[in-house]
Structures are given as C-alpha cells and as structure tokens.
C-alpha cells in the first residue's frame, strides 16, 4: 500500500482548546445534543454554503443549520435552521441550491430549494413540493449528487428491511433528468431495492449504508457502500446500477472492495485532471486496530483509486492519538482548483470537558488541504508510525 501523509495546518501547533481547521459551528456536549451529517457545497460566484444536522437525546432529530462564507471559508455566517430536514445533501443545479434528504430521523425522502444562497427554502408539503417518498421509512447521509448522462444521481437507503440497524438498510439509487423540476416527485425514478444477505463476506456482513454515486471508467453509474462487517472494517460495496436507473444488481463475489476506512461514511469523487477517483475517509492505522472499527474515527486520510477496486492511502489529513472523544468523520469535500476544501463532523476538545465521544462530535469545522495531488509522507500531520506528535494537540 503506498502512505503518504499531510494537511494544510500541519506547520501550526493546534490550541488545546480547539480543533484543527476553521470553527463553523460549536455545541457543547452538556446540551446532549451532537452535530451531524456536514454538507458543502460551492455557488457560481465562489461562495461557499455549509450544513449539518442536530442528534442526540437533547433535541428532536429533525432540524439542519446552514451556513455560508464569502471569504473562502475563513469566516463563516449562519444563515438558516430548517425543521423537518435531517441526513442532508447541498448541491447547486441550475441556478439553486438544494438540500436533498430525510423529513427527520427514518423519516421520509425530501428536497428543498433556495434560490437566496440558503436564507430561506422551499417547504416539501406535497409530491409537488419536494415530498419525493412518503411511503415509509428513509435512510441517507450527505452523500455526493452526480450529473452523468444528462441525469442526476443520488443514493438512497430505506429503512424497510428485517432486523435492527445495518440489517434493515436496502440500497437504492435515485435519478432524474437535468433539466426536470426536481421539486416534483414524478421527477425521480428509483432503482429497484437490494436489502442484506446475511451470508455475505463469510457471514460477516451487518448491513449497507450511506452509497456514492459514482460514474465508472466505463461510463457506467455505480453506488459505492459504507459496509458494516466487524471486526473488519475496510471494506467497501460497489453496486451497479443500470442506465436507465432502474435496476440495481450485486455480485457479492466480486462487488466487495478493499476499502481504507470503509466501516464509516466517505465521499467519493473522479478527478478528471488525474483520472484518479479520491476520497476523504476513516482509516484505521494498524496502531489503532480494535474489535469495534466502526467507531475508530481519529484519523482522516486521503485516499485515491484509479479504477474504483484497487485503494491506496495517499495521506493522513488530520489526526488525534485518542480514539475515545476525538474524531474526524463523514467529511463531505469539493475539489477547488488545486486543493480539497472539506466540512467534518469534528469531536475535539474545546475547554468545556470536550466532546461526548468520538461519535458524538461537538464541531462543524472547515478545512482547506492544498495542493492535495502532490502530497507525500513527509507532508504528515504525525509521524509515519502515527504515534503522537510532540507538538500540542498529541496526547494530552
């Protein structure tokens, strides 16, 4: 596997107190209530919009914050807070900014438009509106929108299955054409629905979520899968779609992948300047291997295929030696120019007795990793062995 490692603040000793990157939103653990689900998205004039949602026992798992900068992201506004939208994309199509999830947690399928640079929002009240599947119960995160073929795609889970969390989660892709009213249900065509086989990966397998729509080098739309597998936890699904978006196909002997930090949520994105596809993702070093990946989250890498199946890890972004109240995770990013600009559910200290747990993040934070093609290990935020630097913000 080739390692190479860096971050646009490795030169900066990190403030005990605060987390590494630029502070767009902070809500102390003792209001039991977390930040999830960041979301970026960039407008045509370079203004930068930022979301993410609220969970945990202290609020009602149905609200999105948004957040927008002029500055590049050095400075960050508040612009709106949305009840009834959870689990959610922004993108920009056209003209105006969505936001494409869930009514609330396993709450319905919904979208939303701004056409003020997200200050105000459309209201899914009908099929009309942005009700897209209100039959049931609906899974997703912040996962990437990708216009291909002259459609736009989307994956999507429900929440319909048998069983309890990973079990009940059947994958799905959702499409429409670019120039369609998205806010119309009748809009969207659906795939058909793939739920778990408990057989797969030798009986290992807990379930899918949180897919990618991802054009593959042969044209193809593919949804690539966060897996659930302990004690794994580096491993992928590739799911193909058919081009009319209809149908979904698995092949579990050759659809599982090899994944660096395919346990957690990641965003996959192709580069058409390198033809490498690249990801932000929750790597686990062999430093950090344990019985519960799934809630290792204290390092980010940057990671790249030129295929989709054959994975290597090309940096370590960022990185705390602690595994128990520090994470940096389901990080949604955009190419921009020569660098990655990124939004992460952060868990970080911040001089109120820091975050719940390393899940349980206390940040929106934004980052800018520049010049991200031509990163090597000597870029690192630690040392190759990742034992804790010697600077503040190691161990503590």
Not at 72 to 81: D, L, Q, S
Not at 83 to 95: D, E, P
């Amino acid at each position: 596997m080739l390692l190479a490692v860096t971050a646009a603040f490795a030169a900066a000793p990190l403030d005990p107190a605060r987390p590494p990157g630029v502070v767009v939103d902070h809500v102390p653990a003792s209001t039991r209530t977390y930040v999830g689900s960041p979301s970026l998205a960039r407008l045509p004039d370079g203004e930068l919009v930022a979301s993410h949602d609220f969970f945990g026992p202290g609020c009602t798992n149905d609200r999105t914050a948004v957040f927008a900068s002029r500055d590049g992201g050095r400075t960050w506004e508040r612009r709106a807070e949305i009840a009834g939208q959870w689990w959610s994309t922004l993108f920009h199509h056209r003209g105006a900014l969505y936001l494409m999830g869930t009514s609330r947690e396993y709450g319905y399928c919904v979208l939303r438009r701004s056409t003020d640079g997200g200050r105000s929002w459309t209201e899914p009240k009908d099929e009309r509106t942005g009700l897209l599947h209100g039959d049931g119960t609906y899974h997703c995160a912040p996962v990437p929108v990708l216009e291909h073929a002259g459609r736009l795609w989307r994956g999507m889970e429900d929440a319909m299955g048998p069983g309890g969390w990973g079990e009940h989660f059947r994958t799905f892709m959702m499409s429409a054409p670019v120039d369609a009213d998205l806010l119309r249900a009748d809009s969207w065509i659906s795939s058909s629905r793939i739920g778990r086989d408990a057989s797969w990966l030798g009986g290992t397998f807990g379930g899918w979520l949180e897919g990618n729509a991802v054009a593959a080098p042969d044209g193809s739309v593919v949804n690539v899968l966060r897996v659930h597998n302990p004690p794994m936890g580096e491993t992928a699904a590739l799911v193909r779609i058919s081009p009319d978006g209809r149908t979904a196909t698995f092949d579990p002997s050759t659809g599982f992948l090899n994944f660096p930090g395919g346990t957690k949520k990641f965003t996959i994105r192709h580069d058409p300047r390198t033809g490498l596809y690249w990801s932000l993702t929750n790597w686990i070093p062999p430093k950090h291997a344990g019985p519960d990946p799934n809630m290792t989250r204290n390092t980010l890498a940057l990671v790249s295929s030129p295929d989709l199946r054959l994975w290597s890890v090309r940096c370590v972004l960022l990185y705390h030696p602690d595994t128990a109240k520090h994470g940096f995770q389901y990080v949604d990013w955009l190419f921009d120019g020569d660098d990655i600009i990124a939004a992460s559910r952060t868990a970080y200290d911040d001089g109120l007795g820091g975050a719940h747990n390393q899940h349980d993040a206390n940040y929106l934070t934004f980052h800018r990793f520049r010049r991200f093609r031509d990163l090597s290990m000597r870029d690192s935020v630690a040392r190759p062995d990742l034992e804790p630097p010697a600077t503040p913000g190691g161990a503590r």
